[in-house]
């Protein structure tokens, strides 16, 4: 990587035809017109040889700017490659290799400079990193699916009304925790300068499709008389009757919980498309480590279950 610097490079005119041969094209913003049998040019076929690159790679990588031929054939309209640009082509393929961003890879090769070079692959780096942390965790996880999430049997229950503090909006899956974590402590805030009493764990409510973006609910259960304002709303949950299950432990097999839940109403009841309610009975604020998180899951039905599992 250190030869993106310009090491080999040190004449102005090979320097002026790297240039031109990487990003930066000719004056008029295209590649110039010159025939094939012109010295130091190498046709796509002969580039794609020397450089193991596809034609449709070289075709793509032009479109895209990041290695435009030096020059096209007037007579055929083919594309023409310096030989200089064999050296581009083997960086652009070392970096590809480690899945950098083709974006990255133009600046990299534009720049031509160690350091940027340094600057860019450290910040890859750290995708990297991070994207193998995410990888580890999804294949303990899917280690973990061998042996059964635990939770409690699912069941059916009738739930009274209840009235609650409330505050919904539209939020993005990787905003959840930011939204609810920030919407509760707002919630028992306003409580408190209501004069009203929070009387059961906190709870969300989400539409019975999964979408990116959702209308989510944070609630928190409360009694007495007074007066909310701003985004907060009084609001009555309906008498309902629910297949419940309570997932016990992390947010990580949450998914499994779910799928068992929704399987089991499959089979016993008719789902009544209402909103699921997740009711925190341990949160993370309670929760001495993640293995003592306990959520109640409640999922609308109409009919009484026709058979156990």
């Given amino acids: 990587m250190g030869q993106i610097g310009g090491g080999g490079r040190g004449d102005g005119h090979r320097t002026t035809v790297a240039r031109r041969a990487g990003l930066d094209p000719p004056l008029g913003g295209r590649p110039h017109t010159r025939s094939v049998t012109t010295p130091g040019l190498m046709s796509i076929g002969m580039f794609s040889r020397a450089t193991l690159l596809s034609v449709k790679q070289l075709r793509r990588y032009h479109e895209q700017g990041v290695l435009v031929p030096a020059a096209i054939d007037p007579a055929t309209g083919y594309r023409l490659y310096d030989a200089a640009q064999v050296h581009d082509a083997a960086v652009l393929t070392r ?47 899917l280690q973990d699916t061998t042996a059964p999430v635990a939770n409690t049997p699912i069941h059916l229950r009738e739930f009274d009304a209840i009235d609650v503090l409330e505050i919904a909006s539209d939020v993005e899956h990787d905003r959840l925790p930011e939204f609810l974590n920030a919407a509760y402590t707002e919630l028992e805030e306003c409580a408190a300068a209501a004069g009203l009493t929070v009387t059961g764990p906190s709870l969300a409510e989400y539409p019975s499709q999964v979408a990116e973006v959702e209308r989510v609910a944070a609630l ?67 929760a001495a480590t993640p293995a003592d998180l306990r959520t109640e899951i409640w999922w609308p039905v109409e009919a009484a279950p026709t058979k156990e599992n």
């Fill in 95 to 141: 970096l590809r290799d480690l899945d950098l961003p083709l974006v990255s890879v133009a600046r990299v090769l534009e720049a031509r400079d160690p350091e940027v070079t340094r600057e860019i692959l450290a910040e890859h780096e750290a995708v990297l990193r991070e994207r193998r942390a995410g990888l580890e965790c999804a294949i303990v996880a």
């Fill in 220 to 286: 928190i259960p409360v009694s007495g008389p007074g007066t909310v304002t701003g985004r907060v709303r009084n609001r009555r949950l309906d008498r309902a009757r629910c297949a419940v299950a309570v997932h016990h432990g992390s947010y990580e097999r949450f998914d499994e919980t779910y799928g068992q839940l929704g399987a089991w109403v499959a089979r016993n009841a008719t789902d009544a498309r209402g909103s699921i309610i997740e009711r925190y009975l341990v949160d993370p604020c309670a």
